[in-house]
């Protein structure tokens, strides 16, 4: 073999080990953040902190349940209308994207992207609580789509438009018209991307804090339904975080940790769900 | 999986326009994209929402102080005197930081993990990676409070003023752990998964027939990466990058928690700075009289036009780096 | 704005009963015609500053337990509240800060707000200097280090106050809060109170333009940073230092003589402080530090709670009187039987004087022109 040959295979297993070498450096910080929530976390979740309300500092009863079904609350409804927006977007953006309108949202989306949380906070107050007259859980998921659409729009329109050309020829030669081809086999081809991206948004806007801070408020009491303030985990466990008691500072870190397991079982039920359609519609 | 077809770049994001003569299956394709039009439009409308809100909110501040407000340097509630120079610095060097950490990493990740990686391995680490993306920004905070501004105090900032890159002027004379450079560094772990996430799936989707192409014809595993795949796949990385940084851009309790909240004009990565989302955070729900609320909301409108600029710019680069390269 | 009437249609579909498996909801307490009734599980909302919060979440607890009233009082901050309440967005707010003169001003166009101050609180230097056992400064020489004129513990200025204790030729670390908050409002203000040049060059306010020192996020940011750093000194709630066990600062109050901050000594503050306005006055100017007293903490201060001087007038839209008249029973049951909760948890006892004040402010408040507390 020659040195050129020795230098290229060479320079292949440095890359090699420089990319190893990066997983390790991206795992290192994940692996000292999840293990200072799990122990930090887990002394705090019992039945109690998973099933009662917030009880004040100096009673050891209390728990983050109203906190928790509040969270898939406001979640679920920004994921109800910012999935269809943000999905939609992305398909349309991929079908039809070249043209100035197509354009201009791609643009529109990637400068939206970078809103800052607060901001998207501020606009939910002044839509929905002010003309409401009150804070609810539906400013909280309002707020949350302004993050969430420009997002999905993006990951959405990238997971499209890697489904190779040949495949929609192939599908367009087949007599299915724009809107099959899109539906029926980019779609479902690219699902694992738009799955992808739709997690990371809804991981996203699930831990954010000051969205919430001004829409949907807080509640010492259960959630009444999406007109009402309601808590959610990543406000009470600011609140609690940044309070003297050392009470209220454990179950924040146990906050913590629910909130990431949720996370988790929505991201795992999701792809096993998609997964398990996906067979079924290959035939598996 | 993936359907196959024979090998073929992949040039455009459009398609010819079908020509269909019978009844249509299904949707037919003008209702389609009349839908589809409709839920994309959602995105200009909330721009258009944000940015009425952010200048309704803005204009007594900028009436007030009109161009300096851009360039001033002072922030002072009691004075009311308020110029957001020291946060636009801010936010321009964290999240510089932040992208120069996170970019090589996350890629270097993601071709790792597409490339080299196998099966449940793969899905297992990728799916470790995502997990970051579900941490809570206040999380972020408080660990990098604990755990990282300590470590950056006590040994990463001497360690990195006495070396050769200390002679930098970025690098001056270190101080607390809570800094430019810490918030960057905390920064860059946040935005690890989204970059990472997204140039993953970039790289999933070229097409097997590309990679044994690129093998086909003797090119070792890296030089197919870098010379077929990165390529191939650029616009999705590209987008990757542009959702990290806009992620850096806008975060905010993290960067409260550790950048040291100093409004000050300075390049010193070592010094504790300030950021325009951090700024806002910090202010908005104290702040009393109309024209601080305004000039927060000036500083929020700067940051929306600075998204607009750097966004810009990047999609000009893209453009640029198309015509010079292969495609 | 725009989308008013397809959000109010989903409105209208609201307000389902409450979930099954609540713990501790007793069912409404009959109508009578003092007590008001709850119905559907929905909350009385408050909003405001943080520094309260616990104190009002133990209330809450004890009284809805009691009564079964839904008190929904959550932090957003003094400024938060202020604006929710002008807008009408709560029942009623909390404050650290007495309403600012040109939002007092607004609020007059609705018949005015009144403050009622429920409880104390205090704000409490603090260093981190190993081997030293008690540091003592006075007004001015702290107000010298947070300008930045007294840069090393071994300044004389320092030293003189505490001889006898070997002070490190170290620059001090300075630690302030970055957010607006109620804590910078009390500690700036006194200052300014015994310091003229703070008082030109920087001022009172809840956010200030500091000369020196590094911002920390919330009371555990600063803490944070005074505990990371030797050589540092910050400033923190009292409820904060006293349970995480940071090292205080000993304080010359207005007397001479040398305080560490304690509940009675906070209390001391508000029994001394002079005629304090009227509820519905302008509370602008009212500032509790450095009083008289021989063991009177001088940085302590008054939180508020605001309310509308005629809530029917300016929330009769959004508020149903019965739930005014809950609010201010809430309010008043707060000022009198809530004491009790306070000390267990940091919070001083207010002085009779101001309870007695409270309660002609509460029996003020009218619903279009009517009192809403009859008895």
């Known amino acids: ?115 800052p949380s607060i901001v998207a906070g501020i606009v939910g107050y002044s839509l929905v609580v002010v003309t409401t007259g009150h804070f609810s859980a539906l400013a909280g998921g309002v707020a949350l789509t302004f993050l969430f659409v420009p997002m999905t729009a993006i990951t959405t329109q990238e997971a499209l438009k890697m489904v190779p050309r040949t495949t929609r020829e192939a599908s367009l030669a087949l007599g299915l018209g724009q809107a099959s081809t899109a539906m029926r086999v980019a779609l479902p081809s690219a699902l694992g991307g738009v799955l992808t991206g739709i997690m990371l948004s809804v991981a996203r806007v699930a831990g954010e804090t000051a969205p919430l801070l001004f829409t949907a408020f807080n509640n010492s009491f259960w959630p009444t339904g999406p007109g009402q303030p309601t808590a959610t985990l990543p406000v009470q466990i600011f609140v609690y975080a940044i309070s003297p008691f050392e009470s209220w500072r454990q179950q924040a870190w146990g906050g913590a940790l629910m909130l990431l397991l949720l996370v988790l079982i929505t991201n795992v039920a999701g792809r096993l769900f998609w997964a398990r359609r996906r067979r079924f519609m290959q035939g598996h | 999986m993936e359907r196959r077809a024979a090998a073929e770049g992949l040039s455009s994001a459009t398609l010819p326009e079908a020509r269909r003569p019978a009844a249509p299956r299904g949707l037919s394709d003008r209702s389609f994209r009349t839908i589809l039009g409709v839920l994309a439009a959602a995105l200009p409308l909330m721009e258009a929402v944000v940015l009425v809100e952010l200048l309704q909110g803005s204009l007594p501040a900028l009436r007030t102080f009109g161009w300096h407000f851009l360039v001033g340097r002072t922030w002072d509630p009691v004075a009311e005197v308020f110029g957001a120079l020291p946060f636009i610095i801010g936010t321009l060097l964290t999240s510089a930081v932040a992208l120069v950490l996170a970019v090589p990493i996350a890629i270097g990740t993601a071709i790792l993990l597409v490339e080299y990686a196998t099966g449940w391995v793969r899905e297992g680490l990728g799916f470790l990676v995502e997990l970051l993306a579900a941490i809570p920004s206040i999380v972020y905070g408080l660990w990098g409070m604990v755990v990282v501004a300590p470590l950056m105090r006590a040994h990463v900032d001497p360690f990195i003023e006495a070396s050769p890159l200390g002679w930098l002027p970025i690098f001056g004379r270190p101080l607390l752990g809570l800094s430019l450079l810490t918030a960057g560094v905390v920064l860059a772990i946040m935005i690890l998964p989204i970059v990472a996430s997204v140039a993953r799936e970039a790289l999933l989707m070229v097409p097997s027939e590309q990679r044994e192409a690129g093998l086909a014809l003797g090119l070792t595993r890296w030089e197919t990466t870098r010379r077929v795949l990165l390529p191939y796949a650029r616009a999705g990385v590209f987008s990757a990058i542009i959702l ?75 453009r640029g780096l198309s015509h010079a390269g292969t495609r | 704005m725009k989308h008013v009437l397809p959000l109010t249609l989903l409105f209208a579909a609201c307000g389902e009963p409450t979930p099954p498996g609540q713990m501790s909801e007793k069912p409404p307490a009959p109508a009578t015609t003092a007590e008001s009734t709850k119905s559907g599980g929905k ?54 800060a007495p309403l600012p003169q040109d939002k007092w001003d607004l609020a007059q166009a609705d018949g005015g707000i009144v403050h009622v101050p429920e409880t104390l609180g205090a ?47 170290h620059d001090i670390v300075v630690a302030h809060r970055s957010d607006g908050s109620g804590t910078t409002y009390v500690f700036t203000g006194y200052l300014a109170k015994v310091d003229p040049e703070w008082a030109s060059a920087v001022g009172r306010d809840t956010s200030v333009n500091w000369p020196v020192g590094v911002g920390g996020k919330g009371n555990e940011g600063v803490s944070g940073v005074v505990s990371g750093n030797e050589d540092a000194i910050g400033y923190v709630e009292l409820a904060y230092a006293a349970l995480n066990h940071l090292q205080m600062v000993q304080l010359q109050n207005h007397d001479g003589n040398w305080v560490s901050p304690t509940m009675e000594g906070v209390s001391a503050a508000a029994a001394a402080a002079p005629d304090l306005p009227a509820g519905p006055a302008s509370w602008t100017a009212v500032d509790i530090t450095d009083e008289p007293g021989a063991q009177t903490w001088p940085i302590a201060s008054f939180t508020y709670l605001l309310f509308y001087q005629d809530m029917g007038k300016a929330q009769g839209k959004r508020l149903s009187r019965e739930d005014a008249e809950a609010t201010l029973r809430f309010a008043w049951w707060a000022v009198h039987d809530g004491q009790q909760y306070g000390p267990a948890l940091q919070y001083p006892a207010l002085p009779a004087a101001v309870v007695t004040l409270d309660e002609q402010t509460l029996k003020g408040i009218t619903w279009n022109g009517e009192p809403l507390l009859k008895d």
């Open chain 1, 1 to 115: 073999m020659g040195l050129r040959s020795r230098l290229r295979l060479l320079g292949d297993r440095l890359m090699l080990g420089a990319c190893a070498l990066a997983l390790l450096i991206a795992l290192v910080p994940l692996a000292s953040i999840l293990f200072k929530v799990v122990v930090q976390g887990a002394p705090a979740l019992s039945w109690t902190f998973l099933t009662s309300l917030p009880r004040p500092p100096d009673e050891t009863s209390g728990g983050f349940a109203n906190a928790i079904v509040g969270t898939v609350l406001v979640v679920g409804l920004t994921a109800l209308i910012g999935v269809p927006l943000g999905v939609g977007a992305g398909v349309y953006l991929a079908e039809y994207g070249d043209g100035l309108f197509g354009r201009t949202v791609r643009f529109l989306a990637e400068v939206l992207a970078g809103l």
């Open chain 2, 244 to 318: 990290g940084l806009g992620r850096a851009m806008g975060e905010t309790m993290a960067v409260t928690m550790l950048v040291g909240n100093t409004p000050a004009v300075t390049l010193d990565l070592f010094q504790p700075g300030y950021s325009m989302s951090a700024v806002i955070a910090n202010e908005f729900s104290e702040a009393t009289t109309t024209l601080h609320v305004s000039s927060l909301f000036g500083v929020g409108l700067l940051l929306f036009l600075l998204s607009l600029v750097v966004n810009s710019m990047a999609r000009m680069l893209l």
């Open chain 3, 43 to 96: 909350a009385l909302n408050g909003a405001g500053a943080s520094f309260p919060y616990p104190l009002l979440s133990k209330w809450s607890a004890v009284y809805h337990d009691d009564k079964g009233v839904q008190i929904n009082y959550q932090s957003i901050g003094s400024g938060g509240g202020q604006k929710a309440i002008l807008d009408k967005t709560v029942a009623f707010a909390g404050s650290d």
């Open chain 3, 123 to 169: 704000v409490v230097p603090v260093v981190h200097l190993p081997g030293v056992e008690s540091l003592r400064l006075t007004g001015p020489v702290l107000a010298g280090i947070y300008r930045g004129t007294v840069t090393k513990w071994n300044d004389p200025a320092i030293a003189g106050l505490n001889p006898g204790i070997a002070l490190p030729d």
